[in-house]
């Protein structure tokens, strides 16, 4: 991310509006790739091919994970016990290939985020120095970036910029 070109205020709107442009899609990836993810777990949970420590181990979190995927899927009635049995004439073949299955829909959604957050890191750069500039206020660059402006204050601060007086910037409260 070049922030050297940023001079006027048009194009620091411009880098900003390309760095929104490209965390959208990331974001897409990200949301479709944990909705497959939960889709996986519910049908193979249902299918009673693995046990749910073998499905925390495939998709690499606690079996709680599983089981909060599990309860909010909308099967479940709150407060009863919702156990599925593992068959165990299940064919071994098929419970290798839904462990492979949720070890490959948990390494797409591990793979979506990092791009995401890689995005997201990049615009972050971008905002605290467009912030730190004073070529655009938080209300403008939260416009530009499609976020709230207390967040575009939090991610400056979390960069170590201070707050930024503009000068020669009247107000309602300006003499």
């Given at each position: 991310?070049?922030?050297?070109?940023?001079?006027?205020?048009?194009?620091?709107?411009?880098?900003?509006?390309?760095?929104?442009?490209?965390?959208?899609?990331?974001?897409?990836?990200?949301?479709?790739?944990?909705?497959?993810?939960?889709?996986?777990?519910?049908?193979?949970?249902?299918?009673?091919?693995?046990?749910?420590?073998?499905?925390?181990?495939?998709?690499?979190?606690?079996?709680?994970?599983?089981?909060?995927?599990?309860?909010?899927?909308?099967?479940?009635?709150?407060?009863?016990q919702t156990r599925v049995a593992v068959a165990e004439d299940a064919d071994p073949?098929?419970?290798?290939?839904?462990y492979e299955t949720l070890f490959d829909a948990a390494s797409r959604q591990d793979?979506?985020?990092?791009?995401?957050?890689?995005?997201?890191?990049?615009?972050?750069?971008?905002?605290?120095?467009?912030?730190?500039?004073?070529?655009?206020?938080?209300?403008?660059?939260?416009?530009?970036?499609?976020?709230?402006?207390?967040?575009?204050?939090?991610?400056?601060?979390?960069?170590?910029?201070?707050?930024?007086?503009?000068?020669?910037?009247?107000?309602?409260y300006s003499k």
């Amino acid at each position: 991310m070049n922030t050297t070109g940023l001079t006027d205020a048009g194009a620091a709107t411009a880098a900003l509006n390309a760095a929104r442009d490209n965390l959208a899609p990331a974001n897409d990836d990200a949301t479709k790739a944990t909705a497959y993810l939960r889709d996986a777990i519910v049908d193979i949970r249902t299918r009673g091919l693995l046990t749910v420590d073998e499905m925390a181990e495939a998709v690499r979190h606690d079996r709680n994970y599983i089981d909060s995927v599990w309860s909010s899927h909308g099967g479940t009635v709150k407060g009863k016990q919702t156990r599925v049995a593992v068959a165990e004439d299940a064919d071994p073949e098929k419970a290798r290939y839904a462990y492979e299955t949720l070890f490959d829909a948990a390494s797409r959604q591990d793979r979506a985020n990092d791009r995401r957050n890689g995005f997201r890191q990049d615009r972050d750069k971008l905002v605290a120095a467009v912030y730190a500039s004073k070529l655009l206020g938080p209300t403008a660059i939260a416009a530009a970036v499609g976020v709230d402006r207390n967040h575009v204050l939090r991610i400056a601060r979390k960069a170590g910029v201070g707050p930024q007086h503009r000068r020669r910037i009247r107000n309602q409260y300006s003499k």
